[in-house]
């Protein structure tokens, strides 16, 4: 595959890094220095990030907060994560424009795609927090219509595996990895690559999924540049 426009999707649980909680600023130096390498070679880059290391909505609905409440909390975390990749691109040297499914002033303007697009196609990094700026939408289904507004060539999902395999293979050591997958088979074969409104956005709209380590050195740059890295979902 050929990336001229990617949607970098991360967790907020990999921000935890070895510290297990919060932000740890060596996994944040990490993810923004992959980034930087990328968007040195002409990518143009969108980031979603979760909140999970700071808050989840479903976490307080399980303690018998109201969903919606709980929700909108989980966004604010997904903003706090968000301006640390912010300040950590910075750093580097990039240009960072933070948008929102909630807009804040003075931290961040709504999200808008023409807003997204304009600052993309100018080298900026673009970072959308917030999720979808809905309760009752995970920031999977953020990044997927995130990626299809901006009509990105793929989402990239970061995770802490090498790709998508028929069982979890932190679990079960006999778990085999695919290199490609159908939408049709993955939905077939019960996949949990993303949460099920993300993916039918995603196969609805013809928008590949790529399931990769995001904690591997190098491994952004190896597929931007074409190397088999990870899972390919289409």
Do not use: W
């Amino acid at each position: 595959m050929k990336f001229n426009r990617v949607l970098l999707k991360l967790s907020g649980e990999a921000l935890e890094g070895s510290q297990g909680y919060g932000i740890d600023p060596v996994r944040l130096a990490d993810y923004a220095a992959e980034v930087k390498s990328v968007v040195d070679e002409g990518v143009q880059v969108a980031i979603v990030i979760g909140g999970g290391n700071i808050f989840r909505g479903l976490q307080g609905t399980s303690e018998g907060m109201d969903r919606v409440q709980g929700d909108y909390m989980g966004m604010l975390a997904t903003v706090i994560n968000s301006m640390a990749i912010q300040a950590a691109l910075e750093k580097l040297g990039l240009k960072v424009k933070l948008l929102s499914g909630l807009a804040i002033d003075p931290i961040c303007d709504a999200m808008s795609r023409r807003k997204a697009v304009s600052h993309l196609a100018q080298g900026h990094v673009v970072v959308i927090a917030a999720g979808t700026g809905n309760p009752y939408f995970t920031t999977d289904s953020a990044s997927a219509l995130r990626a299809i507004e901006i009509q990105a060539d793929a989402i990239l999902k970061g995770t802490r595996v090498d790709g998508v395999y028929t069982a979890d293979p932190e679990k079960d050591p006999t778990a085999v990895k695919f290199d490609t997958l159908s939408f049709d088979e993955a939905y077939q074969k019960g996949l949990k690559i993303m949460d099920l409104t993300a993916f039918t956005l995603c196969r609805e709209n013809n928008m590949p999924i790529v399931v990769f380590d995001m904690n591997q050195k190098g491994n952004l740059l190896k597929l931007i540049r074409g190397e088999a890295i990870g899972t390919v979902v289409r």
